[in-house]
């Protein structure tokens, strides 16, 4: 195990200090004021404050900060934003609601942190479609607030109240992913400014489609892209009715086996849960101190079922016969709206529950995602391999899309448990490859996971994403070094990647 133990920290933060210091490079005065003079004097910063603010995310990755951070508030200052930093040589970095987990917002090579937030209008409903156009600055909390007078809602809750843009560059999911999917399936059309500042429209202007066989899925390109091949400006979403009654519960488990077991099998019975959360017997114990709950401390799931009265009923006798079956127990049924909320409040706050257990510790949370039916093993060896690494840390997951997450404590004095941490993550990734699983689920590929990427797509599939990238992006100012554009400068060194090939020498060789 110590031989996995190197000595480099892979970019994250410093131990003396968290953000990095000066910039990475000058911008000239005349180019801060080009820049005021598309978007105004207001809404340009150039402080130091306010630079290390936009230079990391909720990840333990150190604060790179921008040169210099704008606010525009609509897509034409967006768009010639992008044309003159693009026409300049200078990176752009997009910028939501900061809340992601693997570094993506790091100004690795200085540029223009572009904030989307004050763009924050909905700018379309359609309630007859079952669609919504949103600006960046919409958060998902917002759009609900506001949906909620028309009996829709919009389900992907990724925990943080995130930037619905954001969520699209990322491509987040959360708790109700089993049955309404992620981001991917949600996302209908994307306005894009493209590097050079052209505008674009994934699916064509306006179109709001449930389904489409024309050309190629450039929509689904972009979701997911983590800002590295254009600016989202807009999104069209997937609207879903809001269920005329819910109702939660939570159970204990004897093992994380038996959990997991009933998860599959509830599956497989078509219950239609909306809700299967899987919470280890670490984590039940850090809720019930930080949530003030009064559940059992053993491996737990957390349910939630959306439907009519009568086929909640059903959902919920054959579930509770499928768990008993399986040895569940300590059975806790919630149905009013204010237990419910209690509870996913709970789940919600899982992040401050386990920093709670080592009071002045850091904390880094990596996921992966596998088969379901490889769930049961990469869970056991993921709890022997904390152990092993010497390590505190919880684990919950969305058990019903295979994806779990690592939540590690670590002493921001101690750069030995960090090494620690390291070695764990990029071990647990590995193992989720070797259980034909992805080496992330829905944290994405930021900075943290640039080689764990190279492993699950094979240098084909590297080759392929850096031409993409290159024919959007020829100059490498999109958000650079994340995710796809190190790795293959990586594997450029190596000697592996030989490119810049074209498409057709990629696919026929």
């Not at 239609?272 to 919470?279: G, N, S, W």
């Not at 093993?377 to 019903?400: F, P, S, Y």
Request: proline residues 5%; aromatic residues 6%; hydrophobic residues 40%.
């Amino acid at each position: 195990m110590a031989s996995l133990l190197r000595p480099a920290t892979w970019g994250l933060f410093s131990w003396r200090g968290y953000c990095s210091r000066g910039t990475q490079g000058r911008l000239s005065a005349g180019f801060v004021e080009a820049l005021k003079a598309v978007v105004g004097s207001p809404h340009v910063s150039t402080a130091a404050v306010v630079r290390q603010q936009h230079g990391h995310d909720e990840s333990m990755h150190r604060c790179q900060p921008p040169d210099a951070v704008v606010w525009p508030q609509n897509v034409e200052q967006v768009s010639q934003l992008a044309a003159l930093c693009y026409g300049q040589g200078v990176p752009i970095i997009p910028f939501g609601t900061g809340s992601g987990l693997e570094g993506g917002v790091c100004a690795v090579q200085g540029g223009v942190c572009v904030n989307l937030t004050r763009m924050d209008r909905i700018l379309e409903l359609n309630p007859e479609d079952f669609s919504v156009v949103v600006e960046p600055g919409v958060t998902r909390k917002a759009l609900n607030t506001h949906l909620r007078d028309c009996g829709l809602w919009f389900p992907v809750d990724p925990g943080a109240d995130a930037s619905l843009c954001g969520m699209a560059a990322t491509g987040a999911s959360g708790t109700n992913s089993v049955r309404y999917g992620t981001m991917r399936d949600n996302v209908l059309n994307l306005e894009v400014v493209l590097p050079g500042g052209r505008q674009l429209h994934t699916a064509g202007r306006g179109r709001r489609f449930r389904k489409s066989a024309a050309g190629y899925n450039l929509t689904g390109l972009f979701v997911g892209s983590e800002g590295t091949l254009g600016l989202i400006t807009a999104v069209t979403l997937r609207l879903h009715p809001v269920p005329e009654a819910m109702v939660a519960a939570t159970c204990a488990f004897p093992t994380i086996q038996a959990a997991v077991d009933s998860t599959v099998h509830i599956l497989q019975a078509a219950v239609p849960v909306a809700r299967i959360e899987f919470l280890d017997e670490v984590m039940m114990d850090a809720c019930n101190r930080h949530s003030k709950l009064n559940c059992c401390v053993a491996p737990t799931l957390f349910l939630e079922f959306h439907g009519s009265e009568q086929a909640l009923a059903e959902q919920v006798q054959r579930t509770e016969e499928i768990i008993r079956h399986n040895g569940g127990s300590h059975f806790s049924w919630a149905k009013e709206a204010e237990e419910r909320s209690r509870l996913w409040a709970a789940r919600h706050n899982a992040w401050y529950a386990s920093l709670a257990l080592r009071p002045g510790c850091k904390g880094y949370s990596t996921d992966v995602c596998v088969p379901i039916s490889r769930l049961p093993e990469i869970l056991v060896q993921t709890k022997e391999d904390l152990e092993a690494w010497r390590l505190t840390g919880t684990i919950v997951g969305h058990v019903g899309d295979g994806n779990f997450h690592c939540i590690l404590l670590v002493d921001p004095e101690d750069p030995e448990e960090f090494l620690r941490v390291q070695a764990f993550a990029e071990q647990l990734g590995r193992r989720a490859l070797a259980l034909h699983g992805t080496c992330t689920g829905e944290h994405g590929i930021g900075l943290g996971k640039r080689q764990l990427l190279l492993e699950e797509v094979g240098v084909v599939g590297m080759e392929t994403m850096q031409q993409l990238k290159v024919t959007l992006d020829p100059r490498g100012l999109m958000n650079p070094g994340k995710p796809e554009e190190g790795t293959v400068l990586r594997l450029q060194e190596e000697g592996h990647f030989q490119g810049p090939r074209t498409l057709s020498q990629l696919l026929c060789p």
